[in-house]
């Protein structure tokens, strides 16, 4: 850690996940070793190659207090991040925002796109068709009759962060990235940046999203990239195991409050971790493989522990990417044996994507909020469905069960598809 450099502190958590929707209920259920995954209902999926997906179920905006009314045309990946939000900073003890200068409090999310009305663009496609074309003016015509203004603007992938501003009087920063898969923990890597040099005292990051859609299931399917053991839902991801066949689709949010330390002691605040490490690669390689000498992922990994002055001895838990799909579990593990050496193989390193799931540009954030909680409590989750080894994944996985293990710094991976590639490192907080 650079000398004289302004340390960040996590002092708020919240989320809204497939395995719990407040912070304490998602770790029981990893804890327990729960899964979240179950046939999809969020729309009629009975004619995909895959039917499952892990939901967030019996939750609405109103179970924060908010009137639904108020988020009626926003889509489902908004209510979440209001949701994990409104947790967050109440959980920091700054449920209105900042006391005194706004404009010091800034929002980062990585959030994804907004959802399609499916049902509506289906129905201006089939009215419009003439024959064997498509009537574009007619098409038109009905989308400027049927389809509601507000609607089409919560198509943008920053809309989220412009809602969570408003709630809050966050005049800071504003920004949102989206990096795929890594898009969470590159938003959190960049808030802490602003906040050490000194742009904000405090940022709300974290990230959203739900691709449960016949848009987003259509593409994986496409990509080969998702699990099709649909007679088997809880069973059907299993990271680094000899028999995976890909990812579950989740989705969700999840936020945390990150704030910089002198700012966070003198307004009395309880602080959960200090994020010590950003690394930050891109592959450069293909759009959707990473490299399979793992040089992105293990350069990231190194540039982490550079940013936080580490040696990697320090490093006593891995949350892994850990997709579950061939390619991704086997580079991963590559990557890790390539910083660690031999002290690879006594990390414990595990995948939570095993229980709830893929939440896509979510996942990062959530599995950051999931290394705090492994450092507070001396447990490390486990993940699940770990049957058959396979001789290319060959760490100690925590195969099916949570374990007791001294904590102090944990590691949390992600990797985007594009090629990118996040490393954040988190410790317990010593004053």
Known sequence: MASGRRRVVITGMGCITPLGVRVEELWGNLMAGASGVGLTTVFDASRFPTRI?????????????????????????????????????????????????PTRLGVYLGSGEGQQDFESFTSMMMAAIEGDRLDVAKFTKLGLETLHPLSEVEQEPNMPAGHLAGMFDANGPNLNCLTACAASSQAIGEAVELVRRGDADVMLSGGTHSMIHPFGVTGFNLLTALSTRNDEPTRASRPFDRDRDGFVLGEGAAMVVLEELEHAKRRGARIHGELLGYGSTADAYRITDTHPEG??????????????????????????????????????????????GERAYKIPVSSTKSMMGHLIAAAGATELIVCLLAIRDGMVPPTTNYEEPDPDCDLDYVPNKARAARCDVALSNSFGFGGQNIALITGRYRG
């Open 53 to 101: 997906s892990a939901e967030v179920r019996h939750w609405n905006i109103g179970d924060e207090g908010e009137d639904p009314a108020r988020w009626q045309y926003c889509g489902r990946h908004t209510r979440f991040a209001a949701g994990a939000a409104l947790q967050a900073m109440r959980d920091a003890g700054l449920p209105q925002g900042l006391p005194h200068d």
């Open 295 to 340: 040089r992105g992922a293990s350069s990231c990994i190194r540039l982490a522990l550079e940013d936080a002055a580490l040696h990697p001895d320090a490093i006593d838990y891995i949350n892994a990417h850990g997709t579950s799909t061939s390619v991704n579990d086997r580079v991963e593990t590559l990557a890790i044996k390539t910083v660690f």
